[in-house]
């Protein structure tokens, strides 16, 4: 019996396919730390923080990274289902909307608001700075 390297995986953000196919490793950030998925992997659902996705498919080298919001993972019987509310290749991404988002939410956050709108301004400066890492346009004011 020949072992299986690779599994079907569906990548789904909330209006449009992101990645149907086979893949032979992902992995997705959570509230623990990253958590690497390859074949025969048990079942399992897991939540999904703001961050960086990486893949690799099969009989290409070469490890693929997107930036994704919160969302989840379900693994069950060898079939991968990602579902996130938003997912963006590094050539999707706009670097200077990124780094005004960021700007934004340094100065809410410096500002002391109420502790809602400082919660609001932090989770957009994480998701502007792993946008701004996977484009790999890391200069910022």
Known sequence: MTETTSFKARIYEADS???EGELTSLIVPTIDGQYGIK???RNLVVAIVPGVIKYRIPFDDKLYEAS???GMVRIED???LMLVNT???PEEIDAERSRLRAEEA???MLQK???QEYYSAEATLRRAMVRLRVSKDQSIN
């Open 17 to 19: 396919p992101f990645y």
């Open 39 to 41: 074949a025969r992997h």
């Open 68 to 70: 994704v919001s919160e």
């Open 78 to 80: 060898g079939d991968v």
């Open 87 to 89: 997912a963006e290749r």
């Open 106 to 108: 340094r100065e809410i």
């Open 113 to 115: 608001r109420s502790m």
